[in-house]
T-cell receptor, first 115, second 113 residues
Framework: AQKITQTQPGMFVQEKEAVTLDCTYD???????LFWYKQPSSGEMIFLIY??????QNATEGRYSLNFQKARKSANLVISASQLGDSAMYFC????????????FGSGTRLLVRP | EAGVAQSPRYKIIEKRQSVAFWCNPI?????LYWYQQILGQGPKLLIQ????????DSQLPKDRFSAERLKGVDSTLKIQPAKLEDSAVYLC???????????FGEGSRLTVL
């Protein structure tokens, strides 16, 4: 079974609008962390935001917020006020305590911001 | 603070040749990872080190891939002999411990002809 599922291969958003990138995960480990990374065309992986399984509040980092719904096992990334520079691949990833904290990635969503 | 350094950035070889990639993690980071990212896919973990010991190498094709982390600092990933399907970007990442975010290098892009 897929540990991390990103069902949107590609997304479009108009500049200055908000966009939600979906991520669902599968784990039976009570201790885990969820991450979002951005990968521009240049190839580097840029850390965006982190949510721990025991965190009571949804994580926020500037224009990025994570909509964490534990019971549904979803961790959607919300980008507010999209900018042209947000065009990139976005990867959801998970680390589980019982898996030696290795980071497992989803297949990614390509976001294109239209001017 | 210096980031994760990788070299070479690009490498083109013919199938059945060998290649080696080098990674220098962020100073003090105990955990080091090698990922393979095939075009259009998410990164796949090949091997994870904690200091100089292997934590997970379950997805490393051990008949052709090898990796080592001498003295718990630098690491080398080797492919011998290379196959066409090994064409990918090889990403090195490090983290201070087993938890928290990973810091990635710029990657080494391998093309096997």
């Amino acid at each position: 079974a897929q540990k991390i599922t990103q069902t949107q291969p590609g997304m479009f958003v108009q500049e200055k609008e908000a966009v939600t990138l979906d991520c669902t995960y599968d784990t039976s480990d009570p201790s885990y962390g969820l991450f979002w990374y951005k990968q521009p065309s240049s190839g580097e992986m840029i850390f965006l935001i982190y949510q721990g399984s025991y965190d009571q509040q949804n994580a926020t980092e500037g224009r990025y917020s994570l909509n964490f719904q534990k019971a549904r096992k979803s961790a959607n990334l919300v980008i507010s006020a999209s900018q042209l520079g947000d065009s990139a691949m976005y990867f959801c990833a998970m680390r589980e305590r019982d898996s030696s904290y290795k980071l497992i990635f989803g297949s990614g969503t390509r976001l294109l911001v239209r001017p | 603070e210096a980031g994760v350094a990788q070299s070479p950035r690009y490498k083109i070889i013919e199938k059945r040749q060998s290649v080696a990639f080098w990674c220098n993690p962020i100073s003090g980071h105990a955990t080091l990872y090698w990922y393979q990212q095939i075009l259009g896919q998410g990164p796949k973990l090949l091997i994870q080190f904690q200091n100089n010991g292997v934590v997970d190498d379950s997805q490393l094709p051990k008949d052709r891939f090898s990796a080592e982390r001498l003295k718990g600092v630098d690491s080398t990933l080797k492919i011998q002999p290379a196959k066409l399907e090994d064409s990918a970007v090889y990403l090195c990442a490090s983290s201070p411990s087993g938890r928290g975010e990973l810091f990635f290098g710029e990657g080494s892009r391998l093309t096997v002809l």
